[in-house]
């Protein structure tokens, strides 16, 4: 294995590994520590885990070991090692979001998905990187650490859920859970060759998530194949009484229906996603994809969603808007990280002494109080550059005289993007296109160029905007050896429909 590739996978599938253990071919232990030693020999060089639970993963195992040979009832996923982007809260590890304002924050309680993952008898193997508070979409903008892309080291992952999908591209876990507030589940995966689902907005508890942009996030599974995918999503979602946004409606049983190939689909293919800056690799290994589903029967028919050339202005006004209000709230008072207030009650005193000196009275009686001053010194050092942007830019399109020319107005064009949809929906069964416009990119390339890095953007936030569901699974390769991924939509609610389709062309396409 060389430094400019790492492209490690395990032999099982985590619908394979969970038969074997259930069979007692395999333990929980020796599952889990087989993984441990994987991000021990590799994690030093992709950097997707901030923080690796090997002791207790290793006694929840024995666990699920000793209950299993005791004949008890054990979970879905007994046994399972399963990796968690470190935005989740979780009262047994720090939550830090990759930030220096979370760096030491212990939550009181356990999200609703990990208190899931936890009653299916998972084994939360580590707490994975991200861009900072998911803003991102490259991991670049972690606190503490860069990730890699494992099929290319000196490539990005993807993001914001880069070490989610990296964890499981490298073998280091079979399945990992991220969140996607305009892509942060599907452009990872795609760029790293794995299968990631976007679910309906509400669909998946968001209580316990913290929070971006309360009206687009969403959490999702993160796996080597769309099964694999269907037993997280099955695990994880449902009805919760703590989250006013989560749907009462019943969980469908994807892992049972999964392999039934879909008669009569009818695939949509979206004009404006195959125009003008998509790499030529990529729409070659779409259209292959499409295809292949051709040959399955399937009926390709090209639609329309003509407002989708307005999803990133509008997501980047409602997303940054959303994003400001909510973390208002790391103010380095109730909790997160303070500035240290001696050395500001020093500063303070210096500068009255200055403006004194100088019979300033003006300055003296407009200098900010030392409370003013601590809130401001901690937050411009607890954010990083791009969240401090991203706040500017939501708190501008929300104040005063602008808000009707931002942000109402780019909620009445969110309506029309899922107006577009409904349209499409009517004729089509899924919609099938790039995930990104193009592979995944050199370390720093776009880091001083943040216009395009949201850019990326464009095929991913049109489903967030809409609340509906999203999947990429791998379609091919570039000639550089770096994963492509196939994007399909299905309407709100959809996710049976959208894994059987996946699983089609998974099955057709698998050697």
Request: proline content about 5%; glycine content about 10%.
């Amino acid at each position: 294995m060389t430094n400019a590739m790492l492209a490690f996978h395990p032999d099982l599938t985590a619908s394979q590994a969970l038969a074997l253990l259930t069979r007692g071919e395999l333990s929980a232990v020796e599952l889990t520590q087989s993984y441990l030693e994987r991000i021990a020999e590799h994690d030093a060089t992709v950097g997707a885990f901030l923080h690796v639970a090997a002791e207790a993963a290793l006694a929840t195992a024995a666990d699920i070991d000793s209950r299993r040979r005791a004949g008890q009832s054990v979970g879905q996923l007994a046994g399972l090692p399963v990796a968690v982007k470190d935005v989740l809260c979780d009262s047994r590890t720090r939550t830090t979001c990759a930030s220096r304002m979370l760096e030491n924050f212990q939550p009181p309680y356990d999200s609703t998905v990990v208190a899931k993952l936890r009653a299916a008898d998972a084994v939360l193997i580590g707490r994975t990187n991200m861009d900072e508070f998911a803003m991102g979409g490259s991991t670049e903008n972690s606190a503490f650490q860069i990730t890699r892309n494992p099929w290319n080291l000196q490539c990005i992952p993807g993001g914001s859920s880069g070490g989610a999908a990296a964890c499981v591209a490298a073998g280091m876990a079979p399945l990992s859970i991220g969140t996607d507030t305009g892509g942060s589940i599907r452009q990872p995966a795609g760029l790293c060759g794995v299968v990631g689902l976007k679910p309906t907005y509400g669909r998946v508890s968001r209580f316990g998530l913290v929070a971006f942009a309360s009206s687009l996030d969403q959490v999702g599974p993160l796996a080597h194949n769309t099964s694999d995918a269907a037993l997280l999503l099955e695990t994880i979602a449902g009805h919760d009484p703590q989250d006013a946004t989560s749907l009462d409606t019943p969980v469908p049983p994807y892992t049972h229906t999964i392999d039934q190939p879909l008669t009569g689909l009818r695939l949509g293919i979206v004009r404006e996603h195959f125009a003008e800056g998509l790499h030529p690799e990529v729409e070659a290994a779409v259209r292959g994809a499409l295809e292949v589903y051709r040959s399955l029967g399937a009926t390709i028919k090209e639609i329309s969603l003509p407002h989708s050339k307005y999803a990133v202005a509008t997501y980047y006004v409602i997303a940054p808007s959303e994003a400001s209000s909510n973390l208002a709230r790391y103010d380095g008072v109730h909790y997160g990280h303070r500035a240290d207030e001696s050395s500001l009650l020093a500063e303070l005193a210096t500068e009255r002494k200055q403006l004194a000196a100088a019979g300033d009275q003006e300055g003296l009686d407009n200098q900010d109080t030392g409370l003013v001053r601590m809130y401001r010194r901690s937050r411009a050092e607890g954010f990083g550059p791009e969240v401090k942007r991203r706040i500017m830019l939501g708190a501008y399109a929300l104040s005063a005289g602008y808000y009707d020319a931002y942000y109402l107005k780019a909620l009445k064009v969110r309506r029309l993007i899922r107006q577009d949809f409904d349209a499409a929906f009517a004729e089509v069964d899924l919609i099938a296109g790039p995930v990104t416009a193009q592979p995944a990119w050199g370390l720093g390339e776009m880091a001083g160029d943040p216009l395009s890095m949201y850019l990326v953007d464009l095929y991913t936030v049109s489903a967030n905007l809409a609340g509906i569901p999203g999947l990429s699974l791998p379609c091919g390769f570039t000639q550089d050896g770096l994963p492509i991924g196939l994007q399909l939509q299905a309407p709100a609610l959809g996710e049976e429909t959208l894994l059987r389709g996946a699983r089609m062309y998974e099955q057709a396409t698998s050697s």
